[in-house]
């Protein structure tokens, strides 16, 4: 079962990540063919977002509460897991703005920051003040560190954060 499908912008005829029974999968989808394969150990592949500067890496992220970096020219073993969310990770999204950034959100009720770069300490900030899990995360392109994360439900505010300041709160009426 397709979860989730993610274009890469870079590589024409344009190629997606297919993420369904505990395969990531690559496509190209003007010819239908499967490009590539690997296996997450039986867990569920949530999503998956595709770096903007650098067109080789893909992150994917799922069930086992993990990151993981992919370079598809050598897709057998991730370049690098990054962990810290103690559930499934429901979403991830490179920064627009700073290549090696990647924001993730999870069933743990975290949104975390995280810096590829740097592979032995690749967690650069955690927000945790959420009473529900957060479903969605993205990043502005048109501002620098804007983050936008919603909620399940239609009472709860849509969170509006600037990495390293302080969290701005806006409600959609």
Request: hydrophobic content about 40%; some cysteine; glycine content about 4%.
């Amino acid at each position: 079962m397709l979860q989730k499908a993610s274009n890469n912008i870079f590589i024409a005829p344009p190629v997606a990540c297919d993420l369904s029974d505990g395969t990531l999968r690559l496509w190209d989808v003007s010819q239908s063919l499967n490009t590539g394969t690997v296996n997450d150990g039986g867990n569920e592949v949530l999503s998956c977002s595709w770096n903007k500067y650098e067109q080789n890496l893909l992150c994917s992220a799922g069930t086992d509460n993990t990151i993981k970096l992919w370079d598809i020219r050598q897709f057998t073993v991730p370049l690098l897991i990054m962990t810290g969310h103690s559930q499934s990770v429901r979403q991830i999204k490179f920064d627009p703005h700073t290549p090696s950034y990647l924001a993730s959100c999870s069933y743990d009720f975290t949104v975390r920051l995280w810096d590829t770069v740097n592979p032995l300490h690749p967690l650069i900030q955690t927000i945790s003040h959420h009473n529900e899990f957060t479903y969605s995360v993205d990043f502005s392109v048109h501002q620098k560190g804007l983050v936008s994360l919603l909620t399940p439900s239609h009472l709860q505010p849509v969170y509006i954060y600037i990495f390293e300041l302080i969290p701005i709160k806006i409600r959609f009426l």
